[in-house]
């Protein structure tokens, strides 16, 4: 099982920037697919960012043009840089990892609060 574990989460205002990090217990290069999801108070967790092998990546549209998913080699993270925050992405936000093995029921961080207040 991959340990994964975020960082990075607070209190911004509207408009205001912050990153994320996910740092894994293996070499993130070794995960097919790794990617983060949000979770708002009463709703459904729901896909933010993913980056696949390769380096391919891909956003919900809500986010398009805010946040950018990267890896960090050096620091074996996933980073999830968001900018222009709106009070609608308070959420806490959780990373996400998959092998690719069909054996692998993926892994799951434990969590960073963001919230979006003036």
């Known amino acids: 099982q991959v340990q994964l574990v975020e960082s990075g989460g607070g209190l911004v205002q509207p408009g205001g920037s912050l990153r994320l990090s996910c740092a894994a217990s293996?070499?993130?290069?070794?995960?097919?697919?790794m990617g983060w999801y949000r979770q708002a108070p009463g709703k459904q967790r729901v896909l933010v960012a993913t980056?696949?092998?390769?380096?391919?990546?891909n956003y919900a549209d809500s986010v398009k043009g805010r946040f950018t998913i990267s890896r960090d080699s050096a620091k074996n993270t996933v980073d999830l840089r968001m900018n222009d925050l709106k009070p609608e992405d308070t959420a806490v936000y959780y990373c996400?990892?998959?092998?690719?093995?069909?054996?692998?029921?993926?892994?799951w961080g434990q969590g960073t609060q963001v919230t979006v207040s003036s």
């Open positions: 980056i696949i092998s390769g380096d391919s990546t």
């Open positions: 293996v070499s993130i290069f070794s995960m097919n697919f």
């Open positions: 996400y990892a998959h092998s690719g093995d069909s054996g692998d029921s993926g892994s």
